[in-house]
């Protein structure tokens, strides 16, 4: 092969217009208004995808992001809440390698013995695959009543980036797919359910 004497980017075909094609054609389609330099929107886009997507079709709505901190009433809130919490007991569900137990927390950090919960994962009768990290739903594989085995591919999710393929723990039939493509989820919110 020959040695490139040249800038390498000068070789790749340019796509800042393709780009600015499908953006205007996802806008049309989707009834959402670009910025006026259509640019910045087709580089949003590019660089973020859905998340960027998501940005471009809620702009201007403050209902569709998480609203700014507010710094001095989450403190004075904090205090409050811990003065009042002092004596009590407060329970949580904490879910370890896919299966959740019941932990009590009670007064200066005295933790209670962890019981594992009956129907632990369970969701409306069925076993709950669960997210195992925040991100965006980038594919659903799966149709609902599709036969699953263990480390069957349901979900692709997408974070920072970075597509992870979430695998069945357990076999089963699908019952209810709880998620949809481009959903945000948290970690351990149910994806969909196994019966």
Known sequence: ADPITCR????????????????????AKD???????ILEDALIYALFGQVGWKFISNRGNPEAFEPAPDIASSTEKAVSVAA?????????????NG??????????GA?????QPTGANAVNGGK????PMAGNILKITVNPGQMIQEGDVVVIMEAMKMETE??????????????????????????????
Request: charged content about 20%; overall charge negative; proline content about 4%.
């Open 8 to 27: 390498p980017a000068d070789l790749i075909d340019p796509e800042i217009n393709t780009i600015t094609d499908e953006v205007t054609d996802k806008a």
């Open 99 to 108: 299966t959740a137990y019941h932990v009590e927390v009670g007064p200066s």
């Open 166 to 195: 979430v695998r069945a723990r357990f076999g089963g039939v699908l019952g209810n797919i709880l998620v949809k493509e481009g959903d945000t989820v948290s970690v351990g919110d149910a994806l969909l359910t196994l019966a």
């Open 84 to 96: 009042t919490q002092m004596d009590t007991v407060e329970s949580y569900s904490v879910v370890v």
């Open 128 to 131: 709950a695959v669960e997210a």
């Open 31 to 37: 009834n959402v208004k670009l910025a006026d330099n």
């Open 111 to 115: 933790v209670n013995p962890i019981q």
